[in-house]
């Protein structure tokens, strides 16, 4: 392992005639979202919201090691992620976002329980909106969600000790814990460009809740939630525009509700269009379309929906509205929902929309659900992939995406006889001067250039794929892997000893450990290790990022008491282990994981469960097999045992190979005894939940 120079060697500072530490650098007018004669004007130009919507983005701004939903891409980190995705909207003319202000994973939970916040994951916020503010995208962000069991409805309630929905729109304790919610965020100073995020112009608009649902709720119980809540985010933030952002079910005896020639049941879900949108406080509409979730797969029924509310929101509410959500799934299982049959439900959505802006409706844009960065995978529960609904920009149907973000471009003309007053925010700090090596996003950032970046975190550290990122005070340092060598920046594979590390494991008859053993730390030098930006784990046991079985046989190589491995293919999640005895590696047939999902479908709420691959054990030939075996026996198993394994780690022990390895030579302290993370394959798993390939537990 050849180890990186010395950050002092690496390290350059900025010209001398860089500005003082902090000062601040001239930048463009920038301009709250308002509304003028029922258009979105961006100063003094129309604006025509052109773009999509972003899951987990906070907790990959934050520097999340993993995502739950589409996988950050191989050697890119969540604030990587951030800035790929914001680059390539600026690339194809989009202009808006829209995500949560929220997160949606337990373990980066933004807040940890009432009036208590993640510092670390609110800073993701903070940066996602300073990069935006870059690029000149602007974000339209929800307060909660109707769904999220994190930050949601669900989780409200909880709080409160409550278990119907209902709850949620009529309890007052549960009402002043949203109010609190929306006091902290919108007070919320920015820690990297010092902006009161009620004073931020990069936001476009705030969302009350994502999706309400109240299912047999007395009629009029969500708009008069509404009607409440809007008054009080106007009172806390009077610059920025405000929605419901629901999914625009209209009242019984609406004829353009999905269903409604079987079922009432879109009206039965409490909604109503018309009523939740009609509070003075509410200065647009909002509406979403799922043809597959609702069952009306038909592009003729989507062209009415958004029809029948961009009439609406003209004649009745006299209010611009925006079709905030939509999408068509991409199912294997399905021959009617191919890439061919999104790419026709895509392209009529933006035609319909291109026509109706240039028409001058009430319909101002369309924003899709979502886009997949390359590289990102959909979690197993959706089939991996692109999943139900992920979108590369390679797809044929972000070509729509794109022409239409050309005609709303075209349509932002000026405003006659506007006159435009820029906000008033301070304007960013130079922090050029603790650059590392003269890169921006190293060194230090905030109003005062104060604030130390991880650069292993934020992406911008030079490490090859191969190298460990190192963080420090001062900046960073490489250090290529076990197997490897270079100076870190550029890390050259030793073929021979690699094929020698993937000789010296031995996982006969099925892998079926039946010894959990112990389990051992992940180096933080060793490929699979990820810095815990936002505190989520409890130990250090177990990858905290995909590694292959190569990748997991390295890291155990770096780890000095490691002596087995336990691994999961499909998960691509690995821990280290010792003191395991390979004497009983036969316990049972190993059983696969089954991964738990639940879907919604035209209100009916759908379980299912998916293969999520197995966890088997690799034992090291050179391990101490003696010791291991020793104190350890498995009661009620007089067959299957095969003590004359032992005889080939013994041989291998002894051999060339071993020396070679020079794991176990020089002997490390003992790690302290510690509950194993994963059973080893010891008992058949019960069914799970998929999360991400994690680090406390299998998932």
């Not at 974000?139 to 000790?161: D, K, M």
């Not at 490490?463 to 990122?469: G, N």
């Amino acid at each position: 392992m050849v180890a990186a120079p010395a950050l002092a060697d690496r390290r350059l500072l900025a010209a001398s005639s860089t500005p003082a530490l902090g000062a601040t650098q001239p930048t463009e007018p920038e301009y709250f979202i308002t509304i003028k004669d029922g258009d979105f004007v961006n100063g003094c130009e129309l604006f025509f919201p052109a773009g999509w919507n972003q899951w987990e983005v906070v907790e990959a701004a934050g520097g999340a090691p993993y995502l739950s939903g589409a996988s950050l891409p191989a050697n890119l980190t969540g604030p990587g992620l951030v800035r790929e995705l914001l680059d390539r909207a600026q690339a194809n003319g989009l202009n808006t976002m829209r995500t949560w202000a929220f997160t949606v994973d337990e373990r980066f939970a933004l807040q940890t329980a009432p009036g208590e916040y993640n510092e670390a994951v609110f800073r993701g916020l903070d940066y996602l909106l300073d990069e935006a503010r870059q690029r000149g995208i602007k974000l339209i962000l929800a307060f909660t969600s109707n769904w999220t069991p994190v930050g949601g409805l669900p989780q409200y309630l909880e709080w409160a000790g409550e278990t119907a929905p209902v709850q949620f729109y009529t309890n007052p304790s549960i009402a002043s814990l949203f109010k609190a919610h929306v006091t902290a965020v919108t007070s919320r100073v920015n820690t990297i460009n010092g902006r009161r995020y009620s004073e931020d112009p990069t936001i476009f608009a705030w969302n009350l809740i994502n999706e309400p649902r109240c299912t047999g709720c007395p009629a009029g119980t969500i708009a008069a939630w509404v009607k409440e809540m809007a008054a009080f985010v106007k009172q806390a933030d009077p610059n920025h525009l405000l929605t419901v952002g629901e999914d625009g079910f209209f009242a019984a005896g609406g004829t353009a509700n999905p269903g409604v020639q079987y079922t009432e049941w879109a009206a039965e879900e409490g909604q109503d269009f018309i009523a939740d949108h009609s509070s003075p406080d509410i200065d647009f509409a909002t509406f979403h379309t799922w043809v597959d979730n609702w069952q009306e797969v038909t592009p003729e029924w989507q062209s009415a929906w958004i029809a029948a509310h961009a009439d609406a929101a003209e004649k009745t509410l006299k209010k611009p509205v925006l079709q905030e959500e939509f999408g068509k799934w991409v199912n294997e299982t399905d021959p009617d929902s191919t890439l061919a049959d999104r790419l026709v439900f895509m392209q009529a959505a933006y035609d319909q929309t291109s026509q109706l802006q240039r028409a001058g409706s009430a319909l101002k844009g369309s924003l899709f659900w979502q886009w997949y960065a390359d590289g990102q995978i959909a979690p197993l529960t959706e089939g991996g992939g692109r999943g139900l609904y992920g979108i590369y920009e390679s797809d044929a149907a972000f070509r729509p995406v794109v022409e239409n973000a050309a005609v709303a471009a075209k349509l932002s003309a000026p405003v006659a006889g506007c006159r435009p007053a820029g906000a008033d925010v301070p304007p960013p700090a130079n922090c050029s001067d603790t650059w590392v090596d003269g890169a921006p996003e190293t060194g230090m950032e905030g109003p005062t250039c104060a604030l130390p970046i991880n650069e292993c975190v934020r992406g911008t550290d030079t490490c090859a794929p191969e190298a460990a990122c190192l963080d420090d005070p001062e900046g960073f340092a490489c250090a290529c892997f076990w197997g490897y060598a270079g100076d870190g920046e550029t890390c050259a594979p030793d073929a021979a000893a690699l094929k020698t590390l993937a000789s010296a494991y031995w996982s006969e008859p099925e892998a079926g450990a039946c010894d959990p053993g112990a389990d051992v730390a992940w180096p933080s030098d060793a490929p699979g290790y990820r810095y815990d930006a936002l505190g989520a784990y409890t130990n250090d046991y177990g990858s905290r990022a995909n590694v292959s079985l190569l990748e997991c046989q390295i890291a155990c190589q770096m780890a000095p008491t490691c002596e087995s491995i336990t691994y999961n293919a499909v998960q691509e999640t690995c821990f280290l282990k010792r003191s395991q005895c390979p004497i009983y590696n036969f316990c049972y047939d190993p059983k696969e994981i089954m991964c738990n999902s639940t879907e919604s479908r035209a209100g009916e709420v759908i379980e299912y469960s998916i293969p999520c691959g197995f966890w088997l054990t690799y034992y090291r030939l050179d391990m101490d097999v003696d010791a291991a075996c020793a104190a350890f026996t498995y009661p009620g198993v007089a067959t299957g045992a095969n003590p004359d394994v032992v005889d080939g780690f013994r041989e291998f022990a002894a051999s060339p190979a071993a020396a070679e390895l020079d794991h176990f030579m020089i002997a490390p302290a003992v790690e302290p005894e510690a509950e194993a993370a994963v059973p080893a394959a010891t008992t058949p798993a019960a069914s799970v939940t998929l999360v991400a390939a994690s680090a406390d537990k299998p998932t």
